[in-house]
């Protein structure tokens, strides 16, 4: 078993001991972690290994570590992800991540307790970075149109996903697997994007909404999951192959075509009336 799943299982337990204080432990990254480690290892380290740590608004604090420090954990973490954009994540190990940073072992226990703390860091930092998608569709002068906004959208989430595919691959593995940190993570994530695409479909919406939200925000929802799933497979299969079996370019107009309509029915109708005089009816 990989030092990246056997710190996993050390630090989770197996799924039979799972239980909700657990679970509700697991839901604050790497403080979890830090929970964890030796209560006997030398006060210097354990210095060295808690000084770095989310905040309660998830807001990465780098300044307890010093410049240095943080140039160190900086390099380390660039390092694994390195190899991560070439390897396996099961492969991954603490002395090929600090001999990639030229730094030795020793160094990477300093900022890391395991390779699943540094794979856990990894992902928090690009899940942050998914800001990019909220930003690519918040409200501003041309973006009354529904079409607009499920393009920036499609296109701002499928971008994040070539920047990061191989951190994000391992983020929703873990999460599938059921760790709870990752889990967490990823719900966040996604929580996040469809409360920001509802906010624009109230504003860019033309029929009247009839009721509460949660008929609307179910269909964001399964649109969404439509979306990260083909932004995940986009780009990883030969392009001579016959799969996806749609060209990439209608599938993303499709995605834009469906996200519009959602956010604005309206565009359905005009849709179908266009459709239909072009048929002679």
Request: hydrophobic share 40%; aromatic share 8%.
């Amino acid at each position: 078993m990989s030092e990246m799943f056997q710190s996993f299982r050390l630090a989770h337990g197996s799924p039979s001991r799972h239980n909700s204080s657990a679970n509700e432990r697991m839901t604050v990254g790497e403080r979890t972690v830090k929970n964890s480690w030796p209560t006997k290892a030398p006060r210097a380290r354990r210095a060295l290994m808690t000084a770095y740590s989310a905040s309660e608004d998830g807001v990465d604090d780098f300044a307890r570590l010093g410049p240095k420090g943080a140039s160190t954990r900086r390099r380390l973490m660039d390092s694994a992800r390195a190899l991560l954009e070439h390897g396996s994540a099961v492969a991954l190990t603490s002395s090929a991540v600090a001999h990639r940073a030229g730094l030795s072992p020793a160094t990477f226990y300093k900022y890391f307790t395991d390779v699943g703390s540094i794979i856990h860091a990894l992902c928090h930092e690009v899940t942050l970075d998914s800001r990019t998608i909220i930003d690519a569709i918040q409200p501003r002068g041309d973006m009354r149109d529904a079409r607009i906004v499920a393009e920036r959208f499609v296109d701002a989430y499928d971008e994040y996903w070539l920047r990061h595919r191989s951190i994000l691959s391992i983020r929703n593995m873990e999460a599938d697997r059921g760790n709870a940190a990752f889990r967490y993570m990823r719900r966040t994530f996604i929580e996040e994007l469809m409360n920001a695409l509802l906010a624009s479909a109230l504003i860019v919406r033309r029929v009247p909404l009839d009721g509460p939200t949660q008929r609307l925000a179910g269909r964001i929802a399964v649109v969404v999951a439509a979306v990260d799933r083909l932004a995940a497979v986009n780009g990883l299969y030969d392009p001579e192959s016959n799969y996806p079996a749609t060209p990439r370019d209608l599938l993303r107009k499709a995605q834009i075509d469906i996200l519009s309509a959602v956010l604005d029915p309206a565009i359905v109708y005009e849709q179908l009336r266009q459709e239909m005089a072009e048929a002679g009816y």
